[in-house]
């Protein structure tokens, strides 16, 4: 069993473990970067103003750091307005200038700093020194971090449905999904992925412009209009891929519905075990190939089509 520690952590020092290399997140259950300019903003002001917000949970990893559980948007949300990807609601940036960590990082290159207005000193001073509850699970396994996640994304129905499927989800067909999706996407990386490196496999909106990498008006779903871009937030391509390949390997067409697709992520055992090995029978890689292969034909008639 787990030991859980927790203990407040400053901004500060939650900064220095994200400049240190030292948070990790896990593509395998965590969803990406989906926080609005609003929700960031909001979340920065109440810092700024001593409220309190929710704690966040970390696990010890064998390999060091830690991993998060959760509070991925609000790790993120605190460590990019310091290196000033984002202003306050008043227009204001931080002054990366008075904290020595975060200016080493910017004369390294390691960002670019927004000009603009800055916070006072008192405003960086504040949210510097700002206490954030912080609980540690120490010598947990793979097990106990799926089912705390599973738990926590329980509670008010964050994640989406097609994300809480994922989340803690094992079978071959889940990976394959997952693997294919990020495949389609663009968003290919380890399985375990710093914090820093979140923009890189996160979506861009057409009216958001927080300088993610993964752009959604270049994505297939959405191009062909089959998804709309605030789709991709939900994972409702993913969705969209395991309806099909459960079509596909199992044989037969499954229900529409958001509880037959329930049930071959874990839901009905007898579907879960089905599909899953119907894929091993039929392959995951010839699965993978016959899907891309396919959407790249659907692409050439639609771009025939538009240029005639």
């Known amino acids: 069993m787990a030991d859980l520690d927790s203990q407040p952590k400053s901004v500060q020092s939650l900064y220095t473990w994200f400049s ?7 593509r395998r259950y965590q969803r990406k970067l989906v926080w ?3 929700e960031k903003q909001r979340l920065i002001d109440s810092i700024l103003k001593q409220y309190p917000i929710p704690a966040i949970l ?5 390999e060091g750091g830690y991993e998060i559980i959760d509070g991925l948007q609000r790790l993120h949300t605190i460590v990019s307005f310091i290196e000033s990807s984002f202003p306050t609601l008043d227009g204001t940036y931080f002054d ?57 994304n329980t509670y008010g129905h964050r994640l989406s449905d097609q994300e809480r499927r994922q989340a803690g989800v094992r079978s071959s067909f889940a990976e394959m999904v ?34 993610y990498e993964v752009r959604a008006d270049e994505i297939f779903w959405v191009t062909e209009g089959i998804l709309r871009s ?64 396919c959407i790249d034909e659907v692409r050439k008639v639609t771009t025939s089509c538009c240029g005639a």
Request: a negative charge; charged letters at 30%; aromatic letters at 6%.
């Open 20 to 26: 240190s290399g030292k948070l990790f997140v896990n």
């Open 36 to 38: 609005t300019l609003e």
């Open 58 to 62: 970390l696990a010890d990893r064998e």
């Open 96 to 152: 990366i200038g008075k904290f020595p960590t975060a200016n080493e990082r910017l004369e390294n290159g390691v960002f670019t700093a927004h000009s603009g207005p800055r916070v006072s000193s008192t405003e960086v001073s504040n949210l510097l020194d700002y206490s954030v509850a912080v609980s540690v699970m120490r010598g947990s396994t793979e097990g106990d971090i799926d089912d705390v996640f599973g738990r926590i």
């Open 178 to 211: 997952r693997e294919l999706a990020c495949s389609m996407r663009g968003d290919t990386s380890t399985d375990f992925l710093d914090l820093s490196k979140m923009p890189s496999i996160s979506v861009d909106l057409p009216k958001s412009k927080h300088g």
């Open 230 to 293: 605030t789709d991709l937030r939900d994972s409702m391509d993913e969705q969209c891929l395991a309806d099909i390949a459960a079509c596909i390997v199992g044989g037969k067409l499954i229900e529409r519905s958001k509880d037959a697709l329930d049930s071959i992520y874990g839901g009905d055992k007898q579907e879960y075990d089905r599909i899953d090995t119907a894929l091993t029978v039929y392959g995951k890689e010839k699965l993978s190939d016959e899907v891309k292969y």
